[in-house]
């Protein structure tokens, strides 16, 4: 079974710049994840996805990141325009249900970003 | 509010010794939680969970770890750790309607030959 998977893998931009990340959840994940993970945190969900439906968006910075999930299946993450404080890794993750609070998530490899 | 505490930023335990990684939440109702490892340049990977049942899990690679309530920790262990363990460990609580995982700031781990 293919795992969830990230492009691109790093991404060097100067500040201003606007930015996109993709992700493709395991085949049949209903639930899609977006997080930012700044060096020396825990992973912080920016976004969650139910089929392509958002669920919870209340710690995406609204006024510069976008989320969508086109037909239930894909995700982009855009950034516009970036500051030096989204220099972070972000990780995308799905699971199988719609939300279930035990159910596992599984990680794709991250987007390391850098913005200069 | 949900929280996840790691106390230790950084641990470095000699190969074949044993190992303990702390783990503390708060959270107001039963709590998920789960334990996630990260190597460099890759994504999180579960080591196990718990959600009900018996306190003790057994995980992938040999790491186990204990639900205690009264003391709201969630410890992981292992009995003999080898060099390939060398990573980050995280510690997370989820729950709530969504499924939302709160994560710790994770533990890194070093080993020694």
């Known amino acids: 079974e293919a795992g969830v998977a990230q492009s691109p893998r790093y991404k060097i931009i100067e500040k201003r710049q606007s930015v996109a990340f993709w992700c493709n959840p395991i085949?049949?994940?209903?639930?899609l994840y977006w997080y930012q993970q700044i060096l020396g945190q825990g992973p912080k969900l920016l976004i969650q996805f139910q089929n392509n439906g958002v669920v919870d968006d209340s710690q995406l910075p609204k006024d510069r990141f976008s989320a969508e999930r086109l037909k239930g299946v894909d995700s982009t993450l855009k950034i516009q325009p970036a500051k030096l404080e989204d220099s972070a890794v972000y990780l995308c993750?799905?699971?199988?249900?719609?939300?279930?609070?035990?159910?596992?998530?599984?990680f794709g490899p991250g987007t390391r970003l850098l913005v200069l | 509010a949900q929280s996840v505490t790691q106390p230790d930023i950084h641990i470095t335990v000699s190969e074949g010794a044993s190992l303990e990684l702390r783990c503390n939440y708060s959270?107001?109702?039963?709590?998920?939680l789960f334990w996630y490892v990260q190597s460099p340049g890759q994504g999180l990977q579960l080591l196990l969970k718990y959600f009900s049942g018996d306190t003790l899990v057994q995980g992938i690679k040999g790491f186990e770890a204990e639900f205690k309530r009264s003391q709201s920790s969630f410890n992981l262990r292992k009995p003999s750790v080898h060099w390939s363990d060398a990573a980050e460990y995280f510690c997370a609580v989820g729950g709530g309607s969504q499924g939302n995982l709160i994560f710790g700031k994770g533990t890194k781990l070093s080993v020694k030959p």
């Open positions: 959270y107001g109702a039963t709590p998920y």
């Open positions: 085949s049949g994940h209903a639930t």
């Open positions: 993750a799905s699971s199988p249900l719609l939300g279930a609070a035990q159910e596992t998530q599984y």
